[in-house]
């Protein structure tokens, strides 16, 4: 994966920020010469990391617009919170920089509309960086819908189930970005997961779109729950009635007749899943808490996903196994960053472009609408204006998303 070398900025540097930099310094032509962050001592961090990591002196930087304002930077990556990616990506591609930035919704359909226009204006790559795109099983499925063995697609299920009522329940002692948002919004605040392998899976903005979305949210106790469980009257939440339900579950139809269920499930007690679903003619696979499972037409009963997985793996994952998975969950990390890598460097569509982007993130605020008017359908908007009717050819490649391109690989 030899390719020329450019320089990035990175912006924010906490938990998430802090392993991706270190994955993104071993991207093939990745040179990060800035980092960035609001906390001071995050900044410094990140100059660390490069340091310990490539032996080389970086500048920080607390506000993300003096980075930009470097001439010698091509192209940033963003991992800050969900109600500054989009901010961070305009200000990026109005200063003539590519933008990768970190997953979540958006809190506005007209900043999904800014980042489009803007990419639109700029011709400057705008991508959010969803990883499970890139997951071994994910890309597999792909394949195999791709290669006709689930037939016509109907319906597809994905949720984010995530304990995550710790690193939500201490957001001020650990400065963290998710407490605020379910304090004071209900609805899909984190759908792009499994929404993001499905939308390729369908080909949202290419021959299909989302047409409605409807939410329902289920009361919110998990939260406070948890505060009772583990402070004392006197801490600070111990009152604080959360505004985010702690199941919430959205759906979307879509114009070529297929339909979408997702669930947000982060505060109640529950093992990570993403309860992936496919439903088509031929087949159905489903998520299980053990062994993934599918059924093909005629067989009646379930069986295991794995021996299907490894006979009709992407080569994708062929060639990445054979070079040496990275550690980054599970390898997938790693693997959207050489796909955002390699598009920046040298100046070409990314797999994810800044239609999937807003498409993908919109359904946040789509969603906090629709349950606050209790589960009322509301219309999806066209982010690509009619283009996905009749959308120019995609660009093939390694890490190609509407297509599997075999002629890449040896
Ligand atoms: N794809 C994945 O598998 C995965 C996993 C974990 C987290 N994430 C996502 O990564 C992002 C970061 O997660 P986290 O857990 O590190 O969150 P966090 O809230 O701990 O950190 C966000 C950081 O961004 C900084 N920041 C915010 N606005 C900024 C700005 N304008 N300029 C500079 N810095 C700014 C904050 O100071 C903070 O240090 C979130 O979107 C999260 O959902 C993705």
Avoid at 228 to 243: A, G, L, M, R, S
Avoid at 349 to 377: H, K, N, R
Wanted: charged share 25%; hydrophobic share 40%.
């Amino acid at each position: 994966m030899a390719q020329p070398e450019a320089n990035f900025g990175f912006i924010g540097i906490s938990g998430r920020g802090n392993s991706m930099l270190r994955e993104f310094l071993s991207v093939p032509g990745v040179r990060v010469t800035a980092v960035c962050d609001k906390y001071e001592d995050r900044a410094r961090r990140g100059a660390e990391i490069v340091k310990e990591v490539t032996g080389k002196d970086v500048e920080w930087y607390t506000d993300h617009r003096e980075l930009l304002a470097r001439e010698d930077i091509k192209a940033v990556v963003a991992c800050t919170t969900w109600i500054s990616h989009s901010r961070i990506a305009i200000d990026a591609m109005r200063a003539g920089k590519h933008v990768a930035f970190e997953v979540g919704g958006a809190a506005s359909l007209d900043e999904c509309w800014q980042m489009v226009r803007t990419a639109e204006q700029t011709g400057k790559i705008c991508m959010i960086m969803e990883n499970c795109c890139f997951e071994r099983r994910e890309m597999t499925l792909f394949k195999m819908i791709k290669e006709g063995m689930f037939g016509e697609l109907v319906h597809f299920e994905g949720a984010y189930c995530h304990d995550l009522r710790e690193e939500i329940g201490n957001g001020r002692e650990i400065r963290h970005g998710r407490l605020v948002n379910f304090t004071a919004r209900n609805g899909e605040l984190y759908p792009t997961h499994q929404l993001g392998p499905i939308a390729k899976c369908l080909g949202i903005n290419r021959g299909n779109r989302f047409l409605t979305l409807n939410s329902v949210a289920s009361k919110g106790v998990g939260l406070h729950d948890w505060h009772v469980k583990q402070h004392t009257p006197d801490y600070y939440n111990y009152n604080t009635v959360f505004n985010e339900g702690d199941v919430v579950q959205t759906f979307l139809k879509c114009a070529n007749g297929e339909t979408v269920m997702l669930t947000h499930n982060c505060t109640l007690v529950h093992p990570y899943s993403r309860r992936y679903v496919i439903q088509g003619t031929n087949a159905i696979f489903s998520e299980a808490p053990e062994d993934d499972v599918i059924c093909f037409d005629g067989e009646h009963r379930w069986k295991k996903f794995q021996p299907v997985l490894e006979a009709n793996e992407h080569p994708l994952w062929k060639e990445y196994r054979t070079a040496g998975v990275h550690a980054g969950h599970g390898g997938m990390d790693y693997l959207v960053l050489c796909a955002y890598a390699e598009a920046a460097i040298n100046d070409l569509p990314a797999p994810i472009d800044v239609y999937d982007t807003a498409t993908w993130m919109a359904v946040t605020c789509l969603s906090e609408q629709s349950v606050a008017m209790g589960g009322a359908p509301v219309p999806f908007p066209d982010f690509t204006d009619g283009l996905w009717i009749e959308r120019g050819p995609f660009r093939r490649g390694k890490f190609c998303l509407e297509a599997v391109c075999d002629e890449y690989f040896e």
